[in-house]
């Protein structure tokens, strides 16, 4: 990626949700920062994505706990969309034939 990081104070390499976290507090500091990611989509473990068919979860979701109320009241998540909800379900496995195992949450 050929002039990426040009006229950029900081070019952050990796767009999890940590790193977009750095990125916001550098970019309100008045750095001029680039962010850099191999994927498609940023965000990281906090992604949801379909893992299954008709099954979509996020890999972090267990670590919500561990988000600061300070970050989510500095960067105004909620307005931009941050929804925590409760899982019905703790545990989900796949079958080689097509079914599955749902266990918990009544």
Same mark, same amino acid.
């Given at each position: 990626?050929?002039?990426?990081?040009?006229?950029?104070?900081v070019l952050l390499v990796g767009g999890g949700h940590n790193g977009l976290v750095c990125a916001t507090? *550098?970019?309100?500091? $008045? @750095?001029?920062?680039?962010v850099l990611e191999r994927r498609p989509v940023v965000g990281g473990a906090a992604v949801t994505e379909e893992f299954h068919?008709?099954?979509?979860?996020?890999?972090?979701?267990y670590?919500?706990?561990?988000?600061?109320?300070?970050v989510?009241?500095?960067?105004? *998540?909620?307005?931009? $969309? @941050?929804?925590?909800?409760q899982r019905k379900r703790s545990n989900f496995l796949p079958l080689p034939d097509g079914q599955y195992?749902?266990?918990?949450?009544g």
């Open positions: 990626m050929a002039g990426a990081g040009q006229g950029r104070d507090y *550098l970019a309100r500091a $008045g @750095l001029k920062v680039s068919p008709g099954f979509r979860n996020s890999v972090a979701s670590t919500v706990s561990l988000l600061q109320p300070r989510i009241a500095d960067l105004d *998540l909620h307005a931009h $969309g @941050l929804r925590i909800v195992l749902l266990t918990g949450g």
